[in-house]
């Protein structure tokens, strides 16, 4: 065979000849990090350095750990390991803990839904099938950061973190109720796995030095996605060497929500002194136009990462455009695949990208339109989802109760009802996660109910469920290679000839809970790994509207403001960089003086002002009072609902987003009093309360 470094780069070369650590590689996006890493290994093993037994390849998904597998084989290396790191602790764990122990290793539970869901019962809490997937998501990142039960609330607080509408002192109890369950069934989740392998390498000596003298090597891939749960079984396996060779790029850190943490990449020279580090930038997977759009979006911000430079020839120049509303920018879309497809382009070579789930309908529908096959990567098919399905169900429920639409109201009200019923409110939670994915496919749904009023007066509500179930015949028809649909962030790690990223308006993205400046980051960096998915052609889009016939007051992303040109800016394109807030309605940035009521000036407000004024000022004072911030009595969503609402029974209060038994028991009284306009004194604090 040739030698392994004949087919390397400059900078690959450097990081195959590295051979022993700390190395750290800076690998901007389709740099070729890969080959890097896996020839190095190769290399270390054709040269003796490295026993192949002896090396550890790490990373973070089985797709990436089996193609360093086969990479490795191909390269006569064979008999390395490359796994996840779950992977590794478990075949670590099976083995030792009988032998540490005595007792036979915990059952692997396949789904924390159940054992969360024991431990609500438990609590006495009412938690739907969305709330209970976002528990589970939370007690997965307080895990891997190293978060207890106990902490959970200061932490929670300090973070602005928020599950399923629940306060996050109840939180800390779902979280220490799971684990008594779960210990009581006894059985242990993945987090379990990295914990405990852990505590069997810190604990007992014997076993970390069997486990060290086994992997003297350490390779870890995507280094800018480790936990802290993650770095600290990291540090146990090296125990204290520093043969360690590190992968990652800082400006692909897109799952901080889920406890990654880039600084660990950032900072390895600091806890490795002597690093060696090597910056892979030549970009071999994009156009030079692609390439420069993507530097440019990072440019002097707090996400620039390496400045990639382009190897492939020139191509087409990137496209911006902005659309009338989301049907004719999907339409637009599918045209353009369309001609694509007809000039003998391949179709799973071509995908459109956005930012949440609910998105896709509008692209599923246009593309059956025009009958090109489409495929969901990372999620299930609109009509397919399970909000989704019973929704249509209930409003076929209702169409065939000949329900009739109170005085005023129109069917597209029974509409609103009918999965008012199931939880959809008019403005979306503040949560993210199952809960405001719902939200947002129950939203979808509502707005084609107005779509289709609007296109057909004479119709009725049968009509429009009718329609659904059409969509959703002709958009389940079975598939083979065709137009990926996928999220951001579905779509890291994969590559097209051409992409399509499409809802690109502020709003969406950053999405409206990005309220921090380091979650206003992480949106741009999702931008920028969809640019960099693009190898040849790249789009990105925009709707003006949601639905046709609605005013045109949204705007482009502000990631967007250096990258359109002069014919593509609208004409208001002033924002804040700093601190820039947007119209909870339509999307347009606001002003300081538009941003206490979170909508600009040209979009009303459906509350009573004086009431919301009178409940946010109550409660700054009970915030005080409890010695909690804010928005831990109330949203400022739930006190606009509230002062919308205007509840006059606790029955009524309770159907308000944000307001549940522990809230009506605490707060209720002195809410209808004030939603009634009567006085209500000066809440005491603990001191005044204790004094009197």
Known sequence: MPDVLDALDPEQRQ?????????????????????????????????????????????????????????????????????????????????FWPHVHGTELPALTESKIPLVAG??????????????????????????????????????????????????????????????????QGRMDMEDVLLLTAGVLADDERVA??????????????????????????????????????????????YSFAGANADYLRDFPKRHPGTTSVELVRNYRSTPQVVGAA????????????????????????????????????????????????????????????????????????????????????????FERPEVR????????????????????????LVRDTLGGMGWRPDPPTARGQTRDRWESWQALVSQAETYAEGTPDAGLGSFVDDLDRRASEQHAPVAGGVTLATFHAAKGLEWDAVFLVGLQDGTLPITYAQTPEAVEEERRLLYVGMTRARHDLSLTWARARNPGQAPRR????FLDP????????????????????????GKPLTPAERARRRCAECPVAYDEATFERLRTWRKERASADDVPAFMVFSNATLEQLAEALPTTERALLAVSGVGPDKLEKYGDEVLALVAGEPLERPLDDAEENKS
């Not at 939370?138 to 039960?149: F, G, L």
């Not at 209930?394 to 109201?409: E, K, N």
């Open 119 to 184: 431990a609500t019962r438990r609590l006495r809490l009412r938690v739907d099938q969305a709330g209970l997937r976002d528990l589970a998501s939370e007690i997965e990142w307080a895990k891997v950061s190293n978060v207890t039960p106990d902490g959970y609330a200061a932490v929670a607080t300090a973070r602005g973190r928020s599950v399923a509408n629940l306060d996050v002192e109840t939180v800390g109890r779902v979280l220490a109720g799971y684990e008594e369950v779960k210990r009581d």
């Open 555 to 558: 705007q482009p992303s502000r």
């Open 209 to 254: 030095a069997q486990v060290r003298r086994q992997y003297k090597w350490f390779v870890v891939d995507e280094f800018q996605d480790v936990s802290p749960l993650q770095s600290a079984l990291l540090d146990l396996w090296l125990g204290g060497r520093d043969e360690i060779c590190v992968v990652g790029d800082p400006a692909q850190t897109i």
């Open 390 to 413: 019973e929704a249509v169900t209930r409003l076929r429920g209702t169409a065939r109760s000949d329900a009739v639409p109170a005085d005023g109201d129109t069917w597209v009200d």
């Open 563 to 586: 990258l359109l040109p002069d014919s593509a800016k609208p004409a208001v394109t002033s924002r804040s960089r700093k601190g820039a807030r947007t119209c909870v309605e339509c």
């Open 295 to 382: 530097n440019t979006l990072l440019a002097g911000t707090g996400s620039t990462g390496v400045q990639l430079r382009a190897q492939r020839p020139a191509g087409p120049e990137v496209r911006y455009g902005g659309h009338d509303d989301e049907v004719a920018e999907a339409e637009a879309v599918a045209q353009r695949i369309a001609r694509l497809q007809a000039e003998g382009h391949a179709l799973s070579e071509v995908a459109v990208l956005f930012r949440i789930n609910a998105q896709s309908e509008a692209y599923e529908e246009a593309l059956t339109a025009h009958g090109v096959p489409y495929v969901i990567r990372g999620g299930v098919r609109f």
């Open 15 to 95: 990081v195959a000849e590295t051979l022993r650590g700390p190395v750290r590689v800076l690998a901007g996006a389709g740099t070729g990090k890969t080959r890097a890493i896996t020839h190095r290994i190769a290399h270390g093993v054709r040269t003796g350095v490295y026993v192949p037994t002896e090396v550890l390849a790490v990373t973070f998904t089985t797709r990436a750990a089996g193609e360093m597998r086969g990479r490795l084989r191909a390269l006569g290396a064979p008999q390395v390991q490359a796994r996840t790191f779950h992977s590794a602790a478990l075949r670590q764990l099976r083995y």
